[in-house]
């Protein structure tokens, strides 16, 4: 009887020990095969990757929170006009977390003039040229999401935009602490 205790013991202690290494072994494994893993995202648009500074591109620093961005190298003409009515839009439907939210125009050019209805609207003047990966192929213009910090960390296709990013923006919102 004395003896089935210290092996009982035995077994206890070795169970703990596992119960406590296995997460750190795992932890470890993840760690290092970090590049060959492929992990879902749930998000519709495309990881910006390596993330970009406002500041790195010549642009002011914006109000700290989440920002739609259009970045157009010329003046806005009739698409840059009815993605901005898009930007009303999502605004508009992300009802309490509105103040959480803006819209931004990126552009080249020094005097867009914009209808009345995109008061709210801030417009920025491009100072550097942008890095390659911020456009997407065979596209002059683009659709960015922009973090509280100031990262653009999201871009959308400005043809098929829809409503996918209006469910990543309330995703984000959600999961946000910052903005």
């Known amino acids: ?35 060959n893993l492929h992990f879902i995202s749930k998000n519709a648009g495309n990881l910006i990757f390596p993330s970009v500074q406002l500041e790195e591109i010549g642009l002011d620093p914006l109000e700290q929170r989440w920002w739609m961005a259009y970045y157009t190298p010329g003046t806005c003409d009739a698409e840059c006009v009815e993605t901005l009515e898009h930007f009303n839009t999502m605004y508009a439907s992300l009802i309490k977390d509105q103040h959480r939210l803006g819209s931004v125009l990126i552009t080249e050019q020094q005097n867009n003039k914009l209808p009345e209805k995109f008061s709210q609207l801030q417009i920025q003047t491009l100072q550097q040229p942008l890095p390659a990966h911020l456009l997407q192929e065979n596209q002059n213009t683009a659709i960015w999401l922009i973090d509280p910090i100031g990262n653009i960390v999201l871009s959308y296709d400005p043809q098929t935009l829809d409503n996918l990013m209006l469910i990543d923006l309330r995703h984000l919102l959600k999961v946000s602490q910052i903005g």
């Not at 169970?15 to 590049?35: E, K, S, T």
């Open 1 to 35: 009887m004395n003896r089935t205790k210290p092996k009982r013991m035995a077994l206890k202690l070795t169970l703990l020990l596992l119960f406590f290494i296995a997460p750190m072994i795992a932890a470890l494994f993840v760690y290092q095969a970090r590049d």
